[in-house]
Antibody
Framework: QVQLQESGPGLVKPSETLSLTCTVS????????WSWIRQAPGKGLEWIGY???????DYNPSLESRISISVDRSKNQFSLKLTSVTAADTAVYFC????????????WGQGTLVTVSS | DIVMTQSPDSLAVSLGERATINCKSS????????????LAWYQQKPGQPPKLLIY???TRESGVPDRFSGSGSGTEFTLTISSLQAEDVAVYYC?????????FGQGTKLEIK
């Protein structure tokens, strides 16, 4: 059973870059897609984007100009960078696994709260 | 983007009774080449990540109790809990995986009456 764990700073200043890493254990990055989803406090779920083992990405158009998702096969990790953050980017960020591009997230990390504040 | 709309926003059901949550999509989620609807249902309890319950509109994820069932096709879908248990109190989300971005419904909060 694949397990995922998010890591990164819990506090980011406005206009700076949010950087998070998801470490995958109990399985390889290959053959799957890897996703980021966020949830603002008390709100619903927002799909950020995904990447596959080969580095193919698809991003939410509402965030596309500010986001980048990458994969580090040597460390069995994938990462999210979100630039020029504002208070509206304050959320719990989840990483997740999909078995394919048109599939739901079947394994989730516990999530990490990122607060944007000076 | 495909817009997903759930109803109701909240629901209170007595223990042992049936709970029904609806989800509508702004366009069809049916992929005609394989006759599959790319619609999933999740359960989220406070402080936890969502848990996948149903995919392809009606296929139960491994380990999910059979009181959870999904139905519907095209643009209208339903999640049914046949006999509500106390541990089913949660927020339920539908999600379309037909096209990116994989949009979610706004969520339905399920409580015990």
């Amino acid at each position: 059973q694949v397990q995922l764990q998010e890591s990164g700073p819990g506090l980011v200043k406005p206009s700076e870059t949010l950087s998070l890493t998801c470490t995958v254990s109990g399985g390889s990055l290959s053959s799957y897609y890897w996703s980021w989803i966020r949830q603002a406090p008390g709100k619903g779920l927002e799909w950020i984007g995904y990447i596959n083992y080969y580095g193919m990405t698809d991003y939410n158009p509402s965030l596309e100009s500010r986001i980048s998702i990458s994969v580090d096969r040597s460390k069995n990790q994938f990462s999210l960078k979100l630039t020029s953050v504002t208070a509206a980017d304050t959320a719990v960020y989840f990483c997740g696994k999909l078995v394919g591009a048109a599939y739901p997230v079947d394994s989730w990390g516990q999530g990490t709260l990122v607060t944007v504040s000076s | 983007d495909i817009v997903m709309t759930q109803s109701p926003d909240s629901l209170a059901v007595s223990l042992g009774e049936r709970a029904t949550i609806n989800c509508k999509s702004s366009q069809s989620l049916l992929y005609t080449s394989n006759n599959r609807n790319y619609l999933a249902w999740y359960q989220q309890k406070p402080g936890q990540p969502p848990k996948l319950l149903i995919y392809w509109a009606s296929t139960r994820e491994s380990g999910v109790p059979d009181r959870f069932s999904g139905s519907g096709s095209g643009t209208e879908f339903t999640l049914t809990i046949s006999s509500l248990q106390a541990e089913d109190v949660a927020v339920y989300y539908c999600q379309q995986c037909y096209g990116t971005p994989h949009t979610f419904g706004q969520g339905t909060k399920l409580e015990i009456k």
